[in-house]
């Protein structure tokens, strides 16, 4: 019996998931009737356009459409993603070999781990990093090296000692930015240093551009194939869920590099039938139809950003405004750093009544900051900001009168 009493090869190689411990504390407080303002997870709280959910409907009412759809997505689905990416970034996709769809860029993230890791393969992965990027790798029996975040001159050279002194040298890099959890954004020259390293390199780029479209103050996001050459060498995951406030629908894509779209596509078509034909004709409606509702909510999440900034730190905690994503990613305050993310973050939830993500929940780097989620609306930050007044000044934290 020993053998079955030893827990199992992949769930060994997982840590607990520090954040479920935030999350279990704040659903308890709420079957308890207490309000909690939840600022921790990443979930929309706005609804879909309306056509799409007519689209939806439409469609479901068919009986032909419920039958098994398509792994990869339906012909239609995966023309609009192309035409997206000729839209907005001027790149050029084959819908038919360069465009997959995923059931949300995670699964894609996750199921491509498994068609290109091997056991032992070295993946590069950001710290602070949303977890899939590193746990997807994880459980498909690779090993992770650290990058930083930032995209600063310490970056590259974290990337030059990677290559330099790890045994067997790196195959993959994910990048992510807007960064998930830090909001960090980068420019296209980034970019174009990348495709030149990793070309050099022979190391792939996995890109997760799933924040594409929230970015705030005018500067629109940068998409790494807008690189020429960087076909040659990267894939891009893009989403709808925070797009078209879609999340529970779970629609994503993969786009880029043939070779890997199709060991992608390859390994989908084991493991699934697609997403649900309707929803899948809804969101070609979505990526078809106007386009004004992008840049409302665009215009939205920046306003709420203004609003937390202004009123946390007025509540006497300062925040960095970020320039994209739906977070913001914030230094514990100085007095009670020595309390560490995990802490800081419970006491919050208990005593304040406002749920945030612990840093340490995205790797070590994390820790001393929370990630904040604007998925309130601009009356509930504020409440937010007037709890989060009363718990720091119960520790003793000096806030600004008024």
């Not at 792994?71 to 192309?82: D, E, N, T």
């Not at 792939?204 to 500067?219: M, T, V």
């Not at 340490?360 to 009356?379: L, P, S, T």
């Amino acid at each position: 019996m020993s053998t079955v009493e030893e827990e199992f090869y992949r769930i060994k190689r997982l840590p607990p998931y520090v954040i479920a411990e935030v999350n279990a504390m704040r659903a308890a407080a709420r079957a308890s009737g207490r309000d909690i303002i939840d600022l921790g997870m990443g979930n929309p709280d706005l609804p879909p356009p309306a056509h799409v959910i007519d689209k939806l409907c439409e469609v479901a009412r068919k009986p032909s459409a419920h039958g098994y759809s398509a792994s990869k997505g339906i012909p239609g689905i995966r023309k609009a993603q192309a035409n997206y990416y000729a839209t907005r970034f001027g790149v050029e996709l084959d819908p038919e070999t360069e465009v997959v769809m995923t059931m949300g860029s995670k699964e894609g993230l996750a199921s491509l781990a498994t068609a290109i890791t091997a056991p032992g393969d070295v993946v590069l992965a950001p710290n602070p990093s949303y977890p899939i990027h590193t746990f997807g790798f994880i459980i498909a029996g690779a090993t992770i090296r650290s990058v930083p975040t930032t995209p600063d001159e310490r970056y590259w050279e974290s990337l030059d000692r990677a290559m330099a002194f790890t045994v067997p040298r790196p195959s993959i890099l994910i990048v992510n930015y807007p960064s998930n959890p830090t909001a960090e954004t980068v420019d296209l020259a980034f970019y174009e240093r990348l495709v030149a390293w990793a070309k050099e390199n022979k190391v792939w780029i996995l890109s997760d551009l799933a924040y594409s479209e929230l970015y705030f103050d005018g500067n629109p996001t940068r998409s790494i194939l807008e690189v020429p050459g960087a076909k040659d060498v990267a894939v891009e995951f893009t989403s709808m869920s925070k797009t078209f406030s879609m999340a529970g629908w779970r629609v994503g894509f993969a786009v880029g590099n043939k070779k890997l779209i199709a060991a992608l596509t390859r390994v989908k078509s084991y493991l699934d039938y697609g997403a649900f034909t309707p929803i899948q004709a809804a969101a070609c409606a979505a990526l078809n139809g106007p386009q004004d509702i992008v840049e409302q909510n665009r215009k939205l999440y920046q306003k709420r950003r203004d609003v937390m900034v202004e009123a946390f730190g007025r509540a006497g905690w300062d925040i960095p405004s970020p320039k994209a994503s739906m977070f913001a990613w914030a230094p514990l305050p100085p007095a009670l750093k020595h309390m560490g993310s995990l802490e800081f973050s419970k006491q919050l939830l208990t005593e304040a009544e406002v749920a945030v993500a612990p840093g340490v929940g995205y790797g070590e780097d994390g820790e001393g900051f929370v990630r904040i989620a604007m998925v309130e609306n601009e009356q509930r930050l504020r409440q937010a900001a007037r709890n989060i007044k009363r718990f720091l000044t119960s520790k003793g934290v000096n806030t600004p009168a008024g």
